[in-house]
């Protein structure tokens, strides 16, 4: 098993920025990809940011320019630096990823419970 820990999120107003981190533990033999959900009221869970291993990087169009995503590989560990914040960038943030298992050659998903982010006008 493996389990995702979020940190970050809260309350900021428009204009404003927070950092969302996300540490993965359990039983990984190696991290492919990383990255950041979100799901605001209402409406279907959609992809922030993902980043590979290989360092490419997939960002939502609604928030390029304004969400960094990194990450540390050797702790396997993914943040998102938001600026600029905008309302409609309220949502519960969940971290993602897709690991290989420390047993077989099989990929899985794994997700963390997930973090507030609201963004006052």
């Known amino acids: 098993q493996v389990q995702l820990v979020e940190s970050g999120g809260g309350l900021v107003q428009t204009g404003g920025s927070l950092r969302l981190s996300c540490t993965a533990s359990?039983?990984?033999?190696?991290?492919?990809?990383m990255g950041w959900y979100r799901q605001a009221p209402g409406k279907q869970r959609e992809l922030v940011a993902t980043?590979?291993?290989?360092?490419?990087?997939n960002y939502a169009d609604s928030v390029k320019g304004r969400f960094t995503i990194s990450r540390d590989n050797a702790k396997n560990t993914v943040s998102l630096s938001m600026n600029s914040l905008i309302p409609e960038d309220t949502a519960v943030y969940y971290c993602?990823?897709?690991?290989?298992?420390?047993?077989?050659?099989?990929?899985?998903?794994?997700w963390g419970q997930g973090t507030q982010v609201t963004v006052s006008s």
């Open positions: 993602y990823c897709n690991y290989r298992g420390l047993w077989g050659s099989a990929n899985f998903n794994a």
């Open positions: 359990g039983s990984i033999y190696s991290m492919n990809v």
């Open positions: 980043l590979t291993g290989e360092s490419t990087t």
